[in-house]
């Protein structure tokens, strides 16, 4: 009798549990709809209709509120196929043609932003750990939200578009080195005496381990993902094509943790890259492109019912320099490179204005680190904060830049 009524409230919770996950992605997706159509109507990234739609349904406004730990799950799947898209989409011919600008000013902007962020958070009496951290995270521009407004105003194939995209490019390989030294970061950051050998150690045996894994799945793992592939392929079935792709990402993602003490989105990255350098890439792009766009809509979501507008009032200080650091520093520190590299006014603004927002890079840092308990929960919250204004911003400041000139058009 006793063991019937426990099966049958064990029942009733996973029940109560699976119905909560369905009217999360219920009202989320149908909020998600509405205000990203929204926000394209009114000229803004549509990025910005599915982070208030998560607002929406958050713990930090009135209404309907989702659980914390439906949102945070939901997130982690989001990363893995974001994470997997822009590994698929890789292309380091992108950046070849444009390497001699796009390199150091990504290196030159990165670092100026993360010694802006460490300086000025410290200045504010935050530790230093934080300041980096948040420099580092803000240092990131968003791919989704460049490409869109470059679209928009038809410079996405000029010169401007193609010096940006390489920019970016560089920023996403930085992002990768970062997510790989975040653990062994903070593993050093819990100890109480520091130590530059044991430091290095940790970074070192990090890279190591990055390197092996590496190797592996562009030798052997290449080799086993080409079959697997070329096999589904063979059948002609679209349905059990995007079920191997799933799995064969989700597969590589935890292999990678749980082996080689990699972060599950660095997986996913080395998962994209590898179908994407197959002979079936075109038939992965088609099946994953409405996957990736699904869950990236979700991971939006959710980092939006993360979104504590309380956190503006009561760290406005900390909000009004990262803030700061986005919009002035990091578009600043690009046109000066620009300008110094030989270029145009006109390509320099172009590039400066297109970097002056974060986005998606920056929430899976934030989040890498506020796991690993590198920043504290008020770091995230401005970050999600300015990512906010910073999109809606961009979109606006973008349509007073005019058009190019015909002959810089290529």
């Given at each position: 009798?006793?063991?019937?009524?426990?099966?049958?409230?064990?029942?009733?919770?996973?029940?109560?549990?699976?119905?909560?996950?369905?009217?999360?992605?219920?009202?989320?997706?149908?909020?998600?709809?509405?205000?990203?159509?929204?926000?394209?109507?009114?000229?803004?990234?549509?990025?910005?209709?599915?982070?208030?739609?998560?607002?929406?349904?958050?713990?930090?406004?009135?209404?309907?509120?989702?659980?914390?730990?439906?949102?945070?799950?939901?997130?982690?799947?989001?990363?893995?196929?974001?994470?997997?898209?822009?590994?698929?989409?890789?292309?380091?011919?992108?950046?070849?043609?444009?390497?001699?600008?796009?390199?150091?000013?990504?290196?030159?902007?990165?670092?100026?932003?993360?010694?802006?962020?460490?300086?000025?958070?410290?200045m504010l009496g935050w530790s230093l750990q934080t300041g980096l951290i948040i420099g580092l995270s803000i240092g990131v521009t968003s791919t989704v939200v460049l490409v869109r407004v470059l679209s928009d105003q038809n410079l996405l194939h000029t010169l401007q578009g193609k010096i940006a995209v390489g920019w970016l490019i560089v920023e996403d390989i930085l992002t990768v080195i970062m997510l790989i030294i975040l653990p062994s970061f903070a593993s050093i950051a819990s100890t109480d005496k520091f130590s530059w050998m044991a430091t290095f150690y940790a970074i070192g045996m990090a890279l190591l381990k990055f390197a092996a894994l590496t190797i592996f799945m562009f030798t052997i793992g290449k080799q086993i993902v080409i079959k697997i592939l070329d096999a589904i392929d063979r059948t002609k079935s679209h349905e059990l094509f995007t079920v191997t792709l799933l799995a064969l990402t989700f597969v590589v993602a935890t292999t990678s943790a749980l082996l080689f003490g990699a972060s599950i989105a660095m997986g996913a990255f080395i998962a994209g890259m590898i179908i994407g350098q197959t002979d079936v890439k075109h038939q992965a792009f088609t099946h994953s492109e409405p996957l990736k766009n699904a869950f990236t809509v979700t991971f939006f979501l959710s980092v939006g019912t993360l979104f504590n507008p309380h956190?503006?009032?009561?760290?406005?200080?900390?909000?009004?320099?990262?803030?700061?650091?986005?919009?002035?520093?990091?578009?600043?520190?690009?046109?000066?490179?620009?300008?110094?590299?030989?270029?145009?006014?006109?390509?320099?603004?172009?590039?400066?204005?297109?970097?002056?927002?974060?986005?998606?890079?920056?929430?899976?840092?934030?989040?890498?680190?506020?796991?690993?308990?590198?920043?504290?929960?008020?770091?995230?919250?401005?970050?999600?904060?300015?990512?906010?204004?910073?999109?809606?911003?961009?979109?606006?400041?973008?349509?007073?830049?005019?058009?190019?000139?015909?002959?810089?058009?290529?």
């Open positions: 009798m006793l063991l019937s009524r426990l099966y049958s409230e064990e029942n009733m919770d996973a029940e109560l549990f699976r119905l909560k996950i369905v009217l999360v992605l219920t009202v989320g997706f149908a909020l998600a709809s509405l205000l990203g159509y929204l926000s394209i109507k009114i000229r803004l990234s549509p990025i910005l209709g599915y982070l208030l739609a998560g607002y929406v349904i958050g713990p930090f406004s009135p209404g309907f509120v989702t659980e914390i730990d439906i949102s945070e799950q939901l997130a982690e799947i989001g990363v893995i196929m974001m994470m997997f898209g822009v590994g698929l989409h890789f292309k380091i011919m992108d950046l070849y043609s444009v390497k001699w600008i796009a390199i150091p000013g990504a290196l030159g902007q990165t670092l100026c932003a993360a010694l802006a962020g460490e300086f000025l958070i410290y956190a503006i009032v009561e760290f406005f200080p900390l909000f009004l320099v990262v803030l700061s650091i986005v919009l002035i520093i990091k578009p600043l520190v690009a046109f000066l490179i620009t300008i110094a590299l030989k270029q145009t006014a006109f390509t320099a603004l172009v590039v400066g204005m297109a970097l002056a927002q974060i986005g998606e890079f920056s929430f899976i840092m934030a989040e890498e680190a506020l796991r690993l308990k590198l920043i504290p929960d008020e770091g995230y919250d401005v970050i999600v904060a300015v990512a906010l204004v910073t999109i809606t911003l961009n979109s606006i400041i973008f349509q007073w830049i005019s058009k190019p000139p015909a002959h810089q058009k290529s």
